[in-house]
């Protein structure tokens, strides 16, 4: 008997379509389950990364103590941003009268320009920050902000118990890849895939590290030498919104210059300085020296990371931009292992290579090949 002849390419591309569509309304439909889960793997690949660097960096380092080490860096390094944010915050407050002060003068500086352009406002007094709270109402929003609250609360604790498991059962994951995949070529093949994966994460950690160190390092020297309040914590910030591809250091440079018309109400030039200075150093940084470690590293297209941007931050809000560039490389590489999909890693790729056959060739930053020995069967 014959083979049956294989679909035709209409067919073949229409299924993938559909699949994608029908894919992301799941997405979205699980987002309350899928977002902590997808957090725990990326804070598991963060720790596993740090283990293998104590390894590597320092070889007489026991093995076994590695990993815990790793989760107790990783602790301190939540808890040492937890203490930057509340201490200063609370430095903030304390000067909050005086800026309540500054907003009242630029109100009253601004409110006769205002009256001009919209008559029909009846602004006869500046009001204060005081009236624009009453008319505001903010215990209309109370109960909202609660329950955001709860929900962070909620969805924190998830990936902190999603985190154990994963971190407890990777002991196991080696044994169930030879259960699943008895042959020596299938066992490779998919190993190999995930190592891609796992070194894609990693690649975008240390990118996104190190562009949001120099933004963050070059914003605390402007900052400080205009004599801002509070640089290092507004530096801070900066550096883990650099976290949010292309928007976040974008978004972080706007802060400081609209604080620094509050804190110098009287003259508009730390606020233009600091403008120009940040949005010059987010746009060396985020146009010529990120594309090309992004290019030379993840391989992806610059235009598909800010799609890929748009869409996760469509189905998982904020942590779905966290994590959009390290979901659209593991989707990318399991895309380029089928024929009927290998057209759509082609086109997310930078350079039209999704299965790293140039890495593997010698030719590119590939996976370390002792990280997973083969078993023998």
């Not at 590119?364 to 069967?377: I, L, M, S, V």
């Amino acid at each position: 008997m014959p083979a049956p002849a294989p679909p035709p390419v209409t067919t073949r591309n229409a299924v993938v379509f559909l699949a994608v569509i029908a894919g992301g309304v799941t997405l979205k439909w699980m987002q309350d389950i899928l977002t902590p889960l997808a957090l725990a793997l990326f804070l598991a690949v963060m720790i596993d990364s740090f283990s293998r660097v104590l390894t590597v960096r320092a070889p007489k380092f026991p093995k076994a103590l590695a990993l815990p080490t790793a989760v107790v860096l990783s602790l301190l390094l939540f808890g040492v941003s937890i203490w930057i944010v509340v201490d200063n915050g609370k430095e903030f407050f304390d000067h909050s009268s005086e800026y309540v002060a500054s907003l009242n003068a630029i109100i009253a500086k601004f409110a006769p320009i205002v009256a001009r352009l919209a008559p029909g406002l009846e602004m006869k007094v500046a009001p204060t920050i005081g009236d624009l709270v009453k008319q505001w109402n903010p215990q209309r929003y109370v109960g909202d902000v609660a329950q955001s609250f709860n929900s962070f609360a909620t969805s924190a604790v998830l990936v902190l118990i999603y985190l154990g498991f994963i971190l407890a059962s990777r002991k196991g994951f080696a044994r169930k890849i030879v259960a699943l995949f008895p042959h020596h070529s299938q066992r490779d093949q998919n190993m190999k895939l995930f190592q891609r994966i796992r070194d894609g994460v990693e690649q975008y950690l240390w990118i996104q590290t190190v562009t949001g160190l120099m933004i963050a390092v070059a914003a605390w020297v402007v900052m400080m030498l205009v004599r801002l309040d509070n640089a290092f914590f507004w530096a801070f910030l900066i550096f883990l919104a650099a976290y949010i591809p292309i928007l976040g250091g974008a978004i972080g440079c706007f802060l400081p210059p609209v604080f620094a018309l509050i804190q110098f109400p009287d003259s508009l030039w730390p606020a233009i300085i600091l403008f120009a200075a940040l949005q010059s150093i987010f746009f060396v940084v985020g146009n010529v020296i990120y594309p090309r470690m992004q290019g030379d590293s993840l391989n992806m297209d610059p235009t598909v990371v800010l799609l890929s941007l748009a869409l996760w931050g469509a189905l998982w809000g904020v942590p779905g931009m966290f994590l959009s560039t390290p979901l659209t490389v593991a989707t990318m590489l399991i895309l380029a292992q089928f024929e009927g999909s290998r057209w759509i890693a082609i086109l997310l790729s930078e350079d039209g290579d999704p299965q790293g056959e140039r890495m593997l060739t010698g030719k590119g930053h590939g996976p370390a090949p002792d990280d997973f020995p083969a078993r023998k069967t």
